[in-house]
């Protein structure tokens, strides 16, 4: 008799006395006849199908389903039973979908569904599994897309590695012939065999519909055909990784992993791979004494978005509103854990080694800032504040967006290389993204053309938090502001000279306690009011440019060619454009730019610089410091967004003006960059962790067009 009991509460719903009777009088029988087997998993099936999933469950399985911070997710089967009788890997097809709360209660009917299967219920009786001593769980976990992808598994004298390009369920979907490597157990490759690498899968564009198939096949192309899909150097920090994990989970025999598409890959010194399932069999084993599985795998402690890469382990720090503190109170050295870090507070990441916060997304200003110092960040880890306690040792994972108790991490590597020159010339100018003249010595020797953006309100953070605004416009205050700024600026000056700075004024808002500063009176809306800080940036720009001539300017989020105007009399009334090789930018991140760029040239701007991330969250209408928005696939690779930018360059190109691109775009969507090129993008201007990755992207996307 089929024991409910031991069934999720699904499952109650699910099976009706009918349906039970017939697969426990079927179970009974010895009868082999392939009909009354496909009869009766067909009509379980039918019952799962037409099962009504309670909105409450849907619901509360999506909010946890949205800490993955994945915009798709996979689903696969198991089955839990006392004793381990026999392993079959691969033996069921798992399920694909988008985050969203439809989609994902589908998937979850269509995972439950394979546990019945025909050929489901013909191994169970041949196995011999007794149905009342059966459990039933569906694993989901996040989908991310794939460079590479396989599985391992491990003999005693002997690894063996297969893999497959792009996601993984070409190859546990038996689509593909892999990529065979064995390995002894000091990681000698002992044997090596190709396969067909002909097809693959990767994640479509997300257009809105949640309900749409997330996977689509493509074939790679020609080079990639032709070679190895794991090199040797991946392949030794594939190694590494697994004999990390056997250090302390040595019973496991099978595992797979990934390589994501957003990782450094084989221009690093270390690949990344990333791990998401250990001995998945056919059956999970439970202890008779007991059910608890935890030495199967080390859970998290605590899942976020990954936002600055980089590990460490160190004592946490826990602060509800940094606003509560004096943030010299905070110690050196420890993991903050707070709900943000608003700008006015940046400079308190100079002190830390690691940053959880649970908001914000990967443009917040205090991932900006973590990035550019090295320190290692994730954003949207939700009750983070509550999870971890102050004075816990914890180990911080940056690269995957992480948080394990101290004994439980598995490496602390750091793939990140940036001195180093690729190979090839690009004719696109690489320029980098900087505000903290702490970052100046690592950045410098990089190889860049200039800095694309000076963020001015992240490098006067500390400087602004101190006193209101209002105090430094007056007296010796307002002499403080300038020489401090003078000396600031010198640092980039000398140190780029002569390649050119873009310095940024200043961004901010005449109400920073406003609701929305987006649509605030920020940006050069501010110095219509007030322009007295913005007097004194320029006053500064001043003096640097008498003993530096690599200096420029852009104006901050530019609403109006007025706006425009006004800041133009400024700069001609000091008399910064009469240095030759002086240039007035502006940003483009306000859309009425679109419209209004052949107007902004013929009253004096002589370049442009696009923002993506305020352009996308007003393209959009959405707030870029909420990360389910871009996980909906409102973001930077949206259709309306790429139209976008590919106008701006166009319009840039008509008017005789440089266009340069400096948010966070091009990092975060790799595959922009060939269409910026494409497009005829003069310069692009990114982080300094991205630098490398995107310098070898313009030089395949040059080599591409020629």
């Not at 689509?175 to 065999?193: F, R, S």
Request: some cysteine.
């Amino acid at each position: 008799m089929l024991d409910k009991d031991l069934l999720p509460e699904f499952f109650k719903l699910v099976f009706s006395d009918s349906i039970d009777s017939l697969l426990t009088s079927w179970w009974q029988t010895d009868t082999n006849d392939n009909l009354v087997l496909q009869s009766v998993a067909r009509r379980i099936e039918q019952a799962i199908a037409a099962a009504i999933f309670p909105q409450a469950w849907q619901e509360e399985i999506f909010r946890a389903a949205l800490k993955f911070n994945s915009q798709a997710l996979v689903l696969s089967p198991y089955l839990i039973v006392p004793d381990e009788t026999q392993s079959i890997v691969g033996f069921w097809r798992s399920q694909t979908c988008w985050l969203d709360p439809v989609a994902l209660a589908s998937a979850i009917k269509k995972t439950w569904q394979e546990l019945f299967t025909a050929k489901s219920l013909f191994y169970y009786r041949r196995l011999g599994l007794s149905m009342d001593k059966v459990g039933m769980a569906v694993s989901i976990q996040p989908l991310k897309d794939s460079r590479a992808s396989g599985t391992v598994e491990i003999d005693s004298d002997l690894i063996r590695i297969w893999a497959t390009e792009g996601l993984i369920q070409s190859l546990l979907w038996g689509e593909v012939q892999l990529d065979t490597y064995e390995l002894n157990p000091t990681g000698k490759i002992v044997a090596k065999k190709p396969g067909n690498k002909n097809y693959a899968y990767r994640l479509k564009n997300f257009t809105g519909d949640g309900t749409a198939n997330c996977l689509e096949a493509y074939m790679p192309d020609e080079a990639g055909a032709e070679t190895d899909i794991l090199n040797a150097k991946e392949i030794a920090s594939l190694y590494r990784s697994i004999t990390a994990i056997l250090h302390y989970q040595p019973q496991v025999k099978y595992m797979e992993w990934n390589q994501p598409i957003t990782d450094a890959g084989r221009n690093a010194n270390e690949a990344q791979f990333y791990f998401s399932k250990f001995d998945d069999k056919l059956l999970w084993t439970v202890d008779k004494q007991t059910s608890d599985r935890s030495n199967v795998a080390n859970p998290p402690l605590l899942i976020g978005l990954a936002a600055s890469a980089g590990n460490i382990k160190a004592p946490a720090t826990v602060i509800a509103d940094l606003n509560s503190i004096a943030l010299e109170a905070i110690p050196s050295g420890s993991i903050l854990v707070t709900k943000n870090v608003p700008p006015e507070q940046i400079s308190i990441i100079k002190r830390i080694a690691g940053i959880i916060l649970e908001e914000g997304g990967i443009t917040s200003h205090g991932a900006i800032v973590a990035r550019e110092l090295e320190i290692p960040a994730i954003v949207a880890a939700a009750n983070a504040t509550k999870i971890i306690a102050s004075g816990q040792k914890i180990f911080l994972d940056g690269d995957i967006g992480e948080v394990h108790r101290e004994e439980q991490h598995f490496s602390s590597s750091k793939a990140i290389a940036k001195t180093s020159k690729p190979e090839g010339n690009i004719t696109t100018k690489l320029m980098v993204n900087l505000s903290q003249p702490e970052a100046i010595n690592e950045v410098v020797n990089l190889p860049v053309e200039g800095v694309g953006l000076l963020r001015s309100e992240l490098m006067l953070s500390q400087l602004l938090a101190s006193e209101p605004l209002e105090a430094w416009q007056q007296g010796a205050k307002r002499s403080q502001f300038r020489d401090t700024l003078i000396t600031l600026l010198k640092q980039f000056a000398s140190a780029f000279a002569p390649r050119p700075v873009f310095y940024r004024s200043l961004d901010l808002s005449a109400n920073p306690t406003a609701i929305n500063p987006i649509v605030s009176s920020r940006g050069t809306y501010r110095y219509l009011f007030d322009p007295n800080l913005f007097d004194l940036e320029l006053e500064a720009l001043l003096t640097v440019s008498q003993q530096h001539d690599n200096f420029n300017l852009i104006l901050p989020f530019v609403r109006s060619v007025a706006e425009f105007e006004f800041c133009r009399d400024r700069v001609e009334y000091i008399g910064l454009n009469k240095h030759s090789s002086f240039r007035l930018w502006i940003m483009a991140e306000v859309p009425s730019v679109l419209f209004l760029l052949p107007q902004y040239v013929r009253a004096g701007v002589r370049g442009v610089a696009i923002g993506t991330n305020d352009l996308t969250q007003l393209l959009l209408g959405i707030d870029r410091e909420q990360a389910h928005f871009s996980q909906q696939g409102l973001n930077a690779s949206h259709p309306a967004v790429e139209l976008a930018i590919a106008q701006i360059i166009q319009t840039a190109k008509a008017n005789n003006i440089p266009c340069s691109i400096c948010g966070q775009a091009p990092v975060v969507y790799p595959e922009l960059v060939s269409k910026l090129v494409k497009w005829g993008i003069t310069s692009i201007s990114v982080e300094p962790q991205a630098v490398q990755n995107t310098y070898k992207a313009i030089a395949d996307a040059e080599r591409r067009l020629q």
